[in-house]
């Protein structure tokens, strides 16, 4: 495959900020709770073990993977689990952590999975969240940061499984 040409839109530097900022933010509101990280595969991987390390409380984690897109760019509209949470939810506090919000489809089908287990809470934390393309109603709680319309790559996000391992996030060229 051809490389695809892109443009930095998030140095280094300014996700590790944003993500100290966010971690500083759940640590206040999740002292002495007793939490439950659950990253979704395979795109929130990178951000996830960032922020959990810039945490100062415990938290336990788990994975679930949710696959909501095919080859390419574009959305299939609908979304199917493909691993669930191994770990017992009932009375505790969730925090799911994702990559990127879109649609809110995804967000939207997982938190009703996991609300039906009855944690004591569920909150939303998206490292990048693109408002203007919902589907469905749906806010997340935590967001690093809001971004237009295109696709974007790097700090775990793929496209056709390419670029996830990039420290920066960019966003493709058409
Ligand atoms: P949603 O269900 O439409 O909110 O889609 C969320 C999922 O779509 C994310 O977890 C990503 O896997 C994927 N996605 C949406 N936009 C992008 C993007 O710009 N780059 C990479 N993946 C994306």
Redesign the pocket.
């Known amino acids: 495959m051809n490389e695809m040409s892109k443009e930095i839109i998030f140095s280094r530097a300014v996700i590790q900020k944003r993500v100290q900022e966010m971690a500083d933010q759940i640590s206040g509101d999740y002292a002495g709770s007793d939490l439950v990280i659950i990253g979704?595969l395979k795109?929130a991987f990178i951000f996830m073990a960032d922020l959990i390390r810039m945490m100062n409380i415990p938290c336990k984690v788990d994975f679930v993977r949710v696959a909501?897109?095919g080859a390419g760019?574009e959305?299939f509209g609908k979304?199917v689990m493909t691993k669930d949470i191994e770990t017992s939810i009932r009375g505790r506090d969730i925090l799911i952590v994702?990559?990127?919000?879109?649609?809110?489809?995804?967000?939207q089908y997982l938190a009703g999975w996991l609300k039906e287990r009855n944690p004591r809470s569920l909150k939303v934390c998206a490292f990048l969240d693109?408002r203007k393309?919902r589907k469905v109603s749906f806010e997340a709680d935590y967001v690093g940061f809001t971004i237009d319309d295109?696709?974007?790559?790097g700090y775990g996000?793929?496209?056709n499984e390419q670029y996830r391992f990039l420290p920066e996030v960019y966003v493709i060229k058409q």
């Not at 994702?98 to 967000?107: A, N, P, R, S, Y």
């Open positions: 979704i795109g909501s897109y760019a959305s979304v994702e990559d990127i919000v879109e649609t809110g489809l995804t967000l693109k393309r295109g696709f974007v790559v996000l793929d496209f």
